[in-house]
């Protein structure tokens, strides 16, 4: 790959390069992406950052000046935000009685 331009990577073609993170669950040792419940009062958007910072740059483990200071990292990298996907996602966890 390279850059192309505002440091959007494209492959050798020039198509461009979907890149993510994925988290290996401690639960089944599977790859998933970071995720997780919206707390109460807060909007979907904060969560994802919360939970990025959770799962996938273990904050939890921080202390609390050092989490802050991720988190003011963490919404600077989703200010920038570009939708790849909109739509539902099955899981196969999900049972009748989820909602």
């Not at 505002?6 to 050798?12: G, S, T, W």
């Not at 790859?31 to 909007?43: K, Q």
């Not at 969560?47 to 959770?54: A, C, M, S």
């Not at 609390?64 to 939708?83: G, I, N, Q, T």
Request: include cysteine.
């Amino acid at each position: 790959w390279a850059k192309a331009g505002a440091a959007v990577k494209v492959d050798r073609l020039g198509f461009p390069v979907l890149e993510f993170i994925a988290v290996r669950r401690r639960d089944n040792g599977q790859w998933a992406l970071p995720g997780g419940m919206v707390d109460a009062e807060e909007s979907v958007s904060l969560t994802l950052q919360r939970e990025f910072g959770e799962e996938a740059l273990n904050t939890l483990e921080l202390s609390p000046a050092e989490r802050a200071a991720v988190a003011r990292h963490v919404h600077v990298l989703f200010a920038c935000e570009h939708p790849v996907f909109r739509g539902y996602v099955d899981d196969p966890r999900n049972t009748d009685n989820a909602w």
